[in-house]
């Protein structure tokens, strides 16, 4: 659970209430789309080749009728309950059985037999277990129930494939068993024939680009981009897929945006340079795992305003320097713009960290950031601390809020 600053603007409320878990957006909804691993002869959430029917007091023969007139066969009552199972025919749809069935004499009603499932989905990614961040049993010492509840959200949404994170960072290592499935791809770009088929000033840029070293190149080796390949992990590694970790939204999608390259800096410019490629491009996140204190840019406002113009949340970090932002400005968190989330570290107590910024008016929340498992070059895992770590926790809430309700 995500302790929370002063909230500036609404997005607060819908990732706070998000990381209790979506299924409290669900109670009393009748229907939903099966999540992973649902039988494959479901469609919508409910069994499309059978329906449950109850007959009024007195009416015994009633679902028999009934069943005959659209030559439906019947799979038996269940037990103690007056109600029948009613094979339908093929072709018959099964909204169009329903009206049916309750327009015949008799009948009190026909519903659906949906789809149940648990109230939590666990991954079988073998090194789940030490994501306390997503589902903490107090296995590192720490406060059982002190995560992000994706358990819980995950039985609703893992993510989508229309959801883009784009993750202005250094590299990515887009070999990475838990990241390469997940990476988005260009759909106006043909692959090594060295031409800028999109014509958006970007030559081959299949699945992102290198603002720091102006090409195509998102990985340069691991000193300079661990940091990229880790966030991008956290956000986003492939779910449920028997490999390493689960992203917390692990079937959405990752946009490498490299800005920060040698040494662990990036210029201003091209971060500005990486925000406009991915409003272009569509991502609907954008985590910005990095920041400085007192560099105020307006270039830099004036880019991620445009993506509030269209939409895209800004999820960025408080700083690792333990100071009062309040006091102590640092960007991008301070801009004052109202689709930037700041966020915090908290450790697996649900305590803010001591090397974590915070500030009642500039600080929005904070997530799971000291120890965290996640992916790093080389196909290995490692485990990071920083508020850099808490900000994709917190995009890939949002991107399953977005997954589930996409007109947001």
């Known amino acids: ?52 029917v109850k007959a009024e007091k007195g009416a015994s023969r009633a679902v028999a009728e009934a069943s005959r007139r659209v030559h439906a066969s ?113 759909p106006g770009e043909v692959a090594g024939n060295r031409v800028d088929d999109d014509k958006n000033g ?27 390949t880790h966030v991008a992990g956290v956000a986003a590694a492939r779910g449920n897929n028997g490999v390493g970790i689960a992203g917390v939204a692990w079937r959405s999608r990752i946009m490498p945006l490299k800005y920060i390259g040698p040494g662990g800096s990036g210029y201003t410019s091209d971060a500005v340079a990486a925000i406009d490629y991915a409003i272009k491009k569509g991502a609907s996140i954008i985590n910005i795992s990095s920041g400085c204190g007192n560099c105020f840019n307006q270039s830099m406002l004036d880019a991620i305003k445009r993506a509030d113009a269209v939409g895209r949340l800004v999820v960025t970090t408080a700083g690792n320097t333990g100071r009062n932002n309040n006091v102590t400005p640092r960007y991008p968190c301070n801009y004052a713009s109202p689709n930037v989330i700041c966020v915090a570290a908290t450790d697996d107590r649900d305590v803010l960290a001591g090397f974590s910024n915070y500030g009642s008016s500039t600080v929005d929340l904070a997530a799971p950031g000291v120890e965290i498992p996640g992916t790093v070059p080389n196909g290995a895992y490692a485990t990071f601390t920083g508020t850099s770590q808490a900000a994709p926790h917190v995009a890939g809430v949002a991107a399953l809020v977005k997954s589930k309700y996409p007109g947001l």
């Open 74 to 186: 019947s799979r038996g009552e269940i037990p103690g309950s007056g109600v029948s199972l009613v094979g339908l025919p093929e072709g018959l749809p099964v909204e169009e059985a329903i009206e049916r069935y309750e327009a015949a004499p008799g009948i009190e009603y026909a519903e659906r037999d949906f789809v149940m499932t648990e109230a939590a989905l666990f991954p079988r990614d073998p090194r789940f277990k030490t994501q306390y961040g997503l589902h903490n049993r107090g296995q590192t010492g720490g406060r059982s129930d002190a995560d992000v509840d994706a358990p819980e959200a995950w039985s609703l949404t893992a993510g989508s494939r229309a959801v883009v994170i784009a993750v202005v960072d250094s590299g990515n290592y887009t070999r990475h068993a838990d990241l390469r499935d997940n990476l988005w791809i260009n």
């Open 1 to 52: 659970m995500f302790l929370r600053a002063v909230p500036r603007h609404a997005w607060w409320i819908l990732i706070s209430v998000a990381s209790a878990g979506l299924l409290l957006w669900a109670s009393g909804a009748a229907a939903r789309t099966a999540p992973p691993g649902e039988p494959t002869s479901v469609g919508g959430g409910f069994a499309t080749d059978r329906i449950l």
């Open 202 to 228: 970007y030559v081959d840029d299949v699945n992102g680009w290198d603002f720091a070293h102006k090409d195509n190149t998102l990985y340069h080796g691991y000193e300079e981009d661990d940091h990229g």
